[in-house]
């Protein structure tokens, strides 16, 4: 999921709001939803635990999560990560050399319905369509720095793998339009769920962590489809993903398939559908986008990530970074692997602090 300004005054349908004015956001971010007691109470307390930093204060839950960015049902949007942020980075300036900072936030001490979402702070590529209203205008004006690129918050339970490639694919995908082979219309939103933020279940995206339901379609004969589900440690990046995230070149894209059951049946898992089909080439998304290019001239293949844990309770914190210690020390080689072999992350502390 991925967080944008208007989630702040209004409740999302889905995951958020469309705007048009993204500076308000972080006006609103930055100033308002920074408590004074925050703005002028000494800082919280950092200890390095392994490869994870631990920052804890008692007042953690008032100085981060005083107001909602949003309400949707049983989901709640609280945490605010350009306040830990700008903590973050005054406890320990290399947090400034990283791509991604992920916060854990403990469940116990702050919130136990917290959702996981992912928070932007700069554009890292053209030709995405990652949406503009969605980033701050002048990221240089503050004072982090000129490689962040955004921020994945983790609350409730551990996340799964598939939870931890989905966060950081929302750098990058899925917000890509094309334009349609068989009319010339552009814009065409046909790839995208309804929150325009993931793959649609019509995309035969296979096994890609970024479609929202978890399945992919089967083929079981001349136009005959059914939808399955995909088997947690089996996620991976399709080749529009990987595409998008600068690894995998265009020449290299096969086209995608769009799958619609006939008479306009909502796709279920398990069923098996007559269907009609459309592809899309690689040509015909960049005849919407234009071709794909990193903003920032730093090669993708590898990304460093920190991770942080938020808590109220130093001894808390320290139980919450163990419990993700196994995670932690597989999900490189899991990233790997869900590149094919193309991206490679970092996660270890630079000389242990």
């Not at 050399?97 to 053209?126: E, H």
Request: charged share 20%.
């Amino acid at each position: 999921m991925t967080v944008q300004a208007s989630t702040l005054s209004q409740p999302a349908s889905y995951e958020f709001c469309n705007s048009q004015n993204m500076d308000l956001f972080w006006d609103k971010i930055t100033e308002e939803m920074m408590p004074a007691a925050a703005k002028d109470s000494v800082l919280p307390q950092k200890e390095i635990h392994g490869n994870f930093i631990l920052m804890y204060h008692p007042e953690a839950r008032q100085r981060y999560m005083s107001e909602p960015l949003y309400q949707d049902n049983d989901q709640s949007v609280l945490f605010n990560p350009l306040t830990a942020y700008s903590d973050l980075i005054q406890l320990h300036p290399d947090a400034r050399d990283y791509d991604f900072v992920s916060f854990f936030i403990d469940p116990v001490k702050l919130d136990s319905n917290q959702a996981n979402y992912y928070v932007p702070f700069r554009n890292i590529a053209s030709g995405i369509n990652f949406p503009p209203q969605m980033m701050v205008s002048h990221p240089n004006d503050y004072p982090f720095g000129d490689r962040i690129a955004g921020f994945q918050v983790f609350g409730r339970k551990t996340p799964d793998t598939r939870t931890l490639l989905h966060e950081i694919g929302h750098a990058w995908c899925a917000y890509t339009t094309f334009k349609d082979p068989a009319t010339g219309e552009h814009g065409c939103t046909d790839l995208l769920d309804e929150t325009l933020k993931h793959w649609s279940r019509h995309f035969d995206c296979g096994r890609s962590c970024m479609e929202y339901d978890r399945t992919k379609w089967i083929k079981q004969g001349n136009k005959r489809y059914k939808l399955e589900g995909v088997a947690q440690d089996n996620f991976e990046y399709g080749d529009l993903d990987l595409y998008l995230m600068g690894l995998l070149p265009k020449e290299q894209v096969k086209p995608v398939t769009l799958i619609y059951p006939e008479n306009n049946l909502v796709p279920l898992e398990g069923v098996t559908y007559e269907v009609k089909t459309k592809e899309i080439s690689i040509a015909e998304i960049m005849a919407d986008q234009g071709e794909r290019q990193a903003t920032n001239g730093r090669s993708e293949a590898t990304l460093k990530q920190l991770w942080v844990v938020v808590s109220a309770d130093h001894q808390s914190a320290k139980n919450r970074a163990d419990s993700l210690s196994a995670l932690q020390q597989n999900f490189p080689a899991q990233y790997h692997k869900a590149t094919r072999n193309l991206g490679s992350l970092q996660l270890n502390l630079r000389n242990g602090g």
